[in-house]
């Protein structure tokens, strides 16, 4: 038993070119679809589009600083507050333009609840932006 080729019948040696048909058929058909496609991406569309302008926006909204100590007292832009006039001050906040940022500021003791009150108390006013500021303690090193 001999191992051969296909051809068991021909005394030919066996082949070591490359067929080369096929990669010169795709080569054609490629070339075919880019001859035609190429003209079709340099065809435009002409499209009115609007005009945006960059301008940046000049006017930066009014920050009001809301404070609690660990009492429990409230201070409005650092001027003491009574309890009872803290809605209607959230209020007229919330109706000016453009609303102001509420930052509030709270003690190390101040208790949560009265935090988490003042808060649903400028949610219910409509404040819609709102932030904490705290303030970092100093590193053992520094003492």
Known sequence: MA???FSQGDNRPPQSDINMVPLIDVMLVLLIVFMITAPLLTHSVKIDLPQASSEPTTEKPETVTLAL???GRLFWNDQPLEDAALPERLARAAEATPQPELHLRADRDTRYQKLAEVM??????GIEKMGFITVPQASPAAR
């Open 3 to 5: 191992f051969g080729g």
């Open 120 to 125: 649903a108390l400028a949610r219910e006013a």
């Open 69 to 71: 100590d660990g009492s």
